[in-house]
């Protein structure tokens, strides 16, 4: 049985036997054979390298599992069903060493086909990250819907964080797992590397392709919110560094999509609030089953019941017969109106003019008498087709310039 200290410490030498289990460049983990949580559920120790250990504020540290004590019975089984978070540190000779937290419940782990046969490992949501050829080659079949609600997922949890003044800094698909059976959720690991109250135990750090625009602060709810649209972006593109919302699908939902740009590209203190995404992302899951076979273990209607927010969660503002509220009310933001006739025909004389001055330029070259390597020209009489076809030629290029800016900027 495990037995802590008032402050939430247990010493290591309680923890009994222990068996290696992963590691990694800032720490060791173990799973604990002799100890367990009341749930049954699994232990690992957490050692960090002596590195991070010298560096930690172990007076942070400790905050975490009073903060797992502090919530109620409710929102802490809630929080353990989706969160690796600490439930004590562990302490040798007086000194933090490490942390104890929970393992990851089977169905976030995979097994994964080799040449050496079946390895099982977990089952990071940056897999998801791949082409579909991929993805069926380790048994992974994952349909737009269910893309949806992993987001809508994690988009409860960062809520519920930012409720509870909790900041998770490195949000990455590196420290997400993911299941689809017998429903699409999310557990997220590194949770000692959160901010509680704006402190950090641990030296900050950010996972590569997932750092904020330059010069921007880390630990901040507004840098959630960037990587939280950088997640959503790659989710559906299928790449580990994209940035550009442009890379989105174009039968992407303009709700989201405008959610994913605008987070993107706006400053900080105007990005959406993380609320704003939950309403869109129950919207296209339910459009989406509409059109695609459902037949599965994990059920759409199991997951989109009418659903108020428990008040723990943060989303008291959000009820079955209400949409959250615009965001041109919520963060200041307003769409950008879509090219208007004027804008697109004043754009299309300037390509006109350009089409001009380029035949204008052949004229001239070949007026003159000379190629544009700088050798003779034969004027013949048959001069007047040539130009023409230079004439028509060019013609074609710009209406292809113009239809391709066009385009792409109403998709």
Partial sequence: MLRFNLDGTIDRDQLGQLEPFDAGAQATLYRCQDIQLQSAQPLLYKQYVPRVAA?????ILVKYPQLLRALSPTASAWLAQRAAWPVGVVTQSGTARGVLI???PPVFFHDFPGPDGIRRGPAKVELLFNPANFLIRVGLRLRRWERYALLAAAADLLVFAHTHNIIISDLSSHNILFSISPLPRCY???CDSMLLAGHSALVQAETPQWQLPAGEPMGTKTGDRYKFALLALRMFTGAHHYYDPARLPRNFPPPIR??????LCSPPARRPL????????LDAI?????????????????ILPPRAAPAWTGRTNITPNTQPAPLSNQTGWQRQPRRTFKAVAAKLASYILWWFLS??????????????????????????????????????????VFLRSTLRRHK
């Fill in 188 to 190: 997220f690991i590194d």
């Fill in 55 to 59: 560096e930690l504020d172990r007076n």
């Fill in 359 to 400: 035949c204008l330029a052949v004229y001239v070259i070949y007026a003159a008498g000379y190629s544009i390597s700088g050798s003779k020209v034969t004027v013949r009489a048959d001069g007047h087709i040539l130009l023409a076809s230079l004439y028509t030629i060019l013609g074609l290029v710009w209406a292809g």
């Fill in 102 to 104: 929970p393992q990851a």
């Fill in 286 to 302: 339910r459009a989406t089953v509409e059109t695609q076979d459902t037949n599965t273990t994990s059920s759409p209607q199991t």
């Fill in 274 to 281: 993380i609320t704003e995404w939950q309403g869109p992302l």
């Fill in 258 to 263: 405008d959610l994913v740009e605008h987070t």
